[in-house]
Nanobody, 122 residues
Framework: QVQLVESGGGLVQAGDSLRLSCAAS????????MGWFRQAPGKEREFVAR????????YYADSAKGRFTISRDNAKNTVYLQMNSLKPEDTAVYSC???????????????WGQGTQVTVSS
């Protein structure tokens, strides 16, 4: 069992940066694929980024490439999402998730946090 709690969201202006954190409980955190997803009002949840258990591989949605960076610290049971050059279209609730399969689909993830709101004003 893994419990996830996100933090770091907020209201920023276009071009600003934010770093989201996701703190996990559970002794097996290091064995999970960790992902970040987002859901904007009226839209489906979409994949943003994911990272393998040993940080050996990272994957990004096209919308995140070059602007967002996912990382993890297994000693702290925490995964991060550094978001730079934010745009109004990045406005969404951002959630982290833990899963056992390496893929972008939500069905690969077993545990979800409640999310943190990111709002980017123009």
């Amino acid at each position: 069992q893994v419990q996830l709690v996100e933090s770091g969201g907020g209201l920023v202006q276009a071009g600003d940066s934010l770093r989201l954190s996701c703190a996990a409980s559970g002794r097996t955190f290091s064995s999970y694929i960790m992902g970040w997803f987002r859901q904007a009002p009226g839209k489906e949840r979409e994949f943003v980024a994911r990272i393998t258990w040993n940080s050996g591989s990272t994957y990004y949605a096209d919308s995140a490439k070059g602007r967002f960076t996912i990382s993890r610290d297994n000693a702290k049971n925490t995964v991060y999402l550094q978001m730079n050059s934010l745009k109004p279209e990045d406005t969404a609730v951002y959630s982290c998730a833990a899963g056992s399969y390496n893929g972008p689909s939500t069905r690969y993830y077993d545990y979800w946090g409640q999310g943190t709101q990111v709002t980017v004003s123009s």
